[in-house]
């Protein structure tokens, strides 16, 4: 077994950052990059890059050997909105490409595994404001319950056959580095492209939609953070909750306000809707916070600023 990373599912929101900062750590030949498709020109140069079907057990274990792997980040999944219109190819990523990661590290071919659960594995039933660890947990859509199902599966893994695998839930996540795809939070980047592309934006959720956020480079420090703490500090194996903010889609527009005073919000909510009224409006995260010293840094005012002051000149826009 080699001691080299690999991310599954590079390209997308949380992978394109993840591959950044841990190629900064550990060097660019050392983080393999890969994706059922070519994205981001950087990524693909900066180091090794492979095109691989997470959902296909014998390329990852061609790509594991081939690159020398130690630890798999497995970042590949269908988010909520769009697995409520796929289920059965939502269940179908979700699952297989985590079980495949699962018993790849069973039988000895990679030694650590970091897989992200969700605040989805939470339903109708569940705590709203400050949801425990531990509490009911029923989700009611196809992507929560491939979640909540994942978590158990992670567990089950830990006790049976020791595999050291690591998870945290994450809440929406806001960066301006690559666009989400397919989740209930969306909105909450989409909102920042609008304001400065537009100057409004029309929001799918309703006035009052409180969930909990946290800024893209908090969560990559949270998810390192995890990876790098002793194994003895790791009580959970499911997943962690992890909390930084939460927010409703006007204290968003509030805060963008701040700094574009004309920007206007209005609503027309879709089917989106009810599956964020299934979420927690705010997480209990202190068993993060004291087994692995997981603390947050951006805050809603701090957020929208970097936001506006990255993606101004991504976007090299002049407003
Ligand atoms: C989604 O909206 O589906 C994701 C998530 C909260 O897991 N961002």
């Known amino acids: 077994m080699g001691s080299k990373i690999l991310i599954v599912g590079a390209c997308g929101q949380i992978g ?47 790509i594991i050997e081939q690159h020398q792997i130690g630890e798999v980040y497995l970042m590949a999944a269908m988010l909520s909105a769009t697995a409520e219109r796929f289920p059965m190819k939502g269940w ?37 404001n400050n949801t425990p660890q531990v509490t009911v947990m029923e989700p009611s859509t ?41 989740g209930t939070t969306d909105y909450a980047v989409e909102i920042y492209h609008e304001a400065l592309k537009s100057g409004a934006y029309t929001s799918f959720l309703q006035e009052g939609t409180t969930l909990p956020m946290m800024y893209m480079s908090d969560a990559i420090r949270g998810t390192i953070a995890l990876m790098d703490a002793p194994a003895k500090n790791i009580q959970v194996r499911s997943s962690y909750n992890l909390a930084a903010l939460s927010f409703a889609p006007e204290e968003i527009a509030a805060a963008i306000t701040k700094y574009l005073p004309d920007f206007k919000i209005n609503y027309e909510p879709d089917y989106r809707q009810e599956i964020a009224d299934s979420w927690p409006a705010s997480i209990d995260d202190r068993q993060a916070r004291e087994d692995w010293g997981w603390e947050h840094q951006f805050d809603l005012d701090r957020m929208s600023k970097s936001m506006l002051e990255n993606l101004r000149e991504m976007l090299s826009l002049s407003r």
């Open 16 to 62: 394109t950052e993840l591959t950044f900062a841990l190629r900064e750590k550990y060097g660019n030949d050392e983080v393999v990059a890969s994706d059922i498709k070519e994205g981001n020109q950087e990524l693909m140069e900066s180091g090794p890059f492979e095109v691989v079907d997470a959902t296909d057990y014998q390329q990852l274990e061609r």
């Open 92 to 128: 179908d990523l979700n699952m297989n490409s985590l079980f495949h990661v699962l018993n790849l590290a069973r039988d000895g071919k990679i030694s650590k595994v970091f897989w992200p659960s969700s605040i989805a594995v939470f339903g109708p039933t569940s705590p709203k």
């Open 142 to 182: 196809v992507y929560g319950i491939s979640k909540l199902a994942g978590e158990r599966w992670c567990e089950y893994y830990f006790r049976k056959y020791n595999v050291d695998v690591r998870s945290v839930r994450y809440p929406g996540l806001i960066s301006y580095k690559t666009l989400p795809g397919g």
